[in-house]
């Protein structure tokens, strides 16, 4: 509450005047979280599948993974059709360093009213939450949703994509199409590794209409994710083929080479005091197990009284597909090696129920508090979930896992 009171008259959004130059406007966010989860020392939370260390086993509290800092400004041009957009995010990455990058930096231009062209860094298409997955302060939750948002390493494209807002009745709607490559480090059950996707190609429709707000989009892609572990298990796959012809049906299942990868997503969101609902759903199709094929949806719910927000949401994350582990061969050795490598892979699969109750306090604008209890089922016995640097104990875990997050939201 004093942190609070100290914030809110420091930091405002501001605006330069720059005569025939335009106009430059500066704004930004940040969050402060603080999260414990309590893994019995046995495994790290992780927010993001880009995010290796956390709360459990590497540091009891973890303060970096759900706390982020931004700086966003947007150029009006004299020209009245042109403008710049950057922004600058700092997020916990892959080697657990609090990094700045630039997430956003793009030219718009707007030849009518209703059509806007983007060339540069943009939002990448996934939801409800594609250009807000940073900003804290837009939703009733701590972070954006696992279920839609843990196993995506990223929230930019580079690229260009036309957006045209024409209202349809009472309906402000928005269609997007879009066109772009990528690029991340992640860190994953296979270790430190790069997603290289190419050739995005997505198509949007969005709309809002008073209190209600609806999505869907898709995309399509070729993905190639490179780990140092997954070079050697392909490697030593083919090598055992000759002696063991199934370890040649599995090459292709872990394979480095660019594949197929679509995404489709849809949400709907009602916002109109006291209440707060929202639902989103995902399928994704994957011709390697290194991206996977998923199925997950998330509902959740809040009811306001004044200032303070109680909510509650449901998340499930399933995995399709073929991930139990393979019969080991009784010879020849190579073989063995080979297939316990396999085994070892796919330890991980991110099936998972969570169930979330939380409290949302708008404090004293523009700050809000969070408290939040994430409770944890592991649908497999392969199964990893949010979870890194699993330890042996923790494989096949049936109990519940409890993470308890704290808060800060702010924004200018």
Known sequence: MALTSLLSPLVDAVEFDLGTGGNLAINGYATLAATYADTDHQADFRPAQFQNFGSGLTRTWDFANDSNVALQGIWRTPWPTLRLVGQVVAVNDTYDHFTPRVDWAYFGWSPHVEVEGRIGRFPFPSGLQSETRWVGSSR??????????????????????????????????????????????????????????????????????????????????????????????????????????????????????????????????????????????????????????????YLLAGYSFGTWTPFASFNALYTVGKFDPEPVPPAPPIATAAIRAHNAAIAGVVDSRIATLGLHWAASAPIDVKLQWDRHWLVRNVDGGAFSNRQPGFVGRDKPINVFTIALDYAF
Do not use: C
Not at 140 to 168: K, Q
Not at 259 to 273: N, T
């Open 140 to 297: 009733l939750e701590v972070r954006a949703p696992l279920a839609i948002y843990h196993a995506l390493p990223v929230s930019s494209l580079d690229g260009a994509d036309l957006n045209w807002r024409p209202m349809r009745g009472d309906w402000a709607m928005r269609v997007r199409a879009l066109y772009g490559s990528t690029q991340a480090d992640l860190a994953s059950r296979f270790g430190d590794g790069t997603a290289n996707i190419r050739d995005v190609i997505g198509l949007s429709l969005e709309g809002s209409n008073g209190p209600w707000r609806a999505y869907v989009g898709g995309f399509h892609s070729d993905i190639a994710a490179s780990y140092p572990s997954t070079l050697k298990l392909v490697a030593a796959l083919r090598a055992a083929s000759n002696a063991y012809p199934p370890a040649a049906a599995l090459v292709h299942d872990w394979s480095p080479d660019y594949d197929g990868y679509s995404q489709v997503d849809l949400g709907v969101e009602y916002i109109k005091a006291p209440w707060t609902l929202r639902a989103e759903a995902l399928a994704r199709f994957s011709d390697t197990r290194l991206v996977g094929n998923l199925r997950d949806a």
